[in-house]
């Protein structure tokens, strides 16, 4: 804050405020008016308020705090690119994600109601989700609005061209999340359990076609895992984007034989599943699960696969533990950190795994 209030501003600052102020206006103004009322959802908020229009917002405290965000996404935006510069200097290509949907309570939802599935008071109509499978047998709510594609449609998916302009400017690559939801995806009535959703098509090529014409190659990874059907897979050919493969989800005894299908991208494991030696401790009772784990990172590397991903927690030879996330679970998910003694040792054991891959 201290800062803030010396900043000046400068030619930069303006620069960046004109170029974003697609999203960051909405953003600045919607966290403003999130201090206003306590953290409330915007949903809750006074109705002059609960719709998006910037010329409503005149409470000068309001004001002062969108200014300080923007001046954080600026100082952030500008510390970015100082480490995307560093890391392209020393040929390191950062992978960025891109969620599928975004959340309910979002400057997004609350500035772009029309493309989401909201009622006129603004409250969800249809919920994000999966059916029961092999993570979750009852079934994930994830309580997410879906997305009239329908209405997106009618400008040329311009919400979409803005976040792709946005992230490609972010990341070498992307990785999109959940891409099997691009072709369908599973549409949960609000208040009801996952299984009463039913599929719904998303737009399958004509979005990738779109921002293609408009970005020319697309630099993207399809995550590409749960219930694939051939649609699918016809979408994910159709577009040419790599896809995803997981040494857990393997078909046989991946200790024996490990070869994925050409043109994925191989993972040890991803946030959603055991670390590897959670998972060798539960597949191969008889044998140490360290020992098992550090021959399935071999067996991963000597794959053939152009890009291999390892979870740091692999890395480290980690249990379960230090999981990430747990599909269908809240409170306890996202919490591991590695601590900073930890680095050292995982430099040295990542360095030699390259080795052996070279």
Known sequence: RARFRSFTGGERYEAFCRGSAYWLTPYALFMGLKKKYDNKPWYEWPKPHRNYDPDVVTDPEVLEEAAFQRFCQFRFHCLWQRLREHAAQAGVRIIGDLPMYVSEDSADVWSQRAIFTLDAQGRKT?????????????????????????????????????????????????RLDHFRGFESYWAIPEGEKPSAGRWLYGPGTELFRTAYERFGPLPVLAEDLGTLTPAVRGLVDACGFPGVDVVQFCDGDPLAEYRPPEGKVVYSGTHDNQTLVGWCRSRYPDLVPEEAAGKLLERVLASGAEVVILPLQDVMGLDDTARMNT????????????????????????????????
């Not at 499978?133 to 709510?141: I, M, P, S, V």
């Not at 996202?334 to 390259?354: C, F, K, P, Y």
């Open 327 to 358: 599909p269908g679970t809240t409170g306890n998910n996202w919490r591991w950190q590695a601590r900073a003694e930890q680095m050292s040792g995982a430099q040295q054991r990542l360095r030699a795994l390259a080795n052996e891959r070279r």
């Open 126 to 174: 249809h919920c994000a989700g999966v059916p029961p499978d092999a993570f979750c047998a009852e079934g994930q709510h994830w309580g997410n609005p879906l997305y009239r594609w329908e209405k997106l449609k009618e400008d040329g998916y311009g919400w979409w061209m803005q976040r792709f302009a946005q992230v490609f400017e972010l990341y070498d690559y992307v």
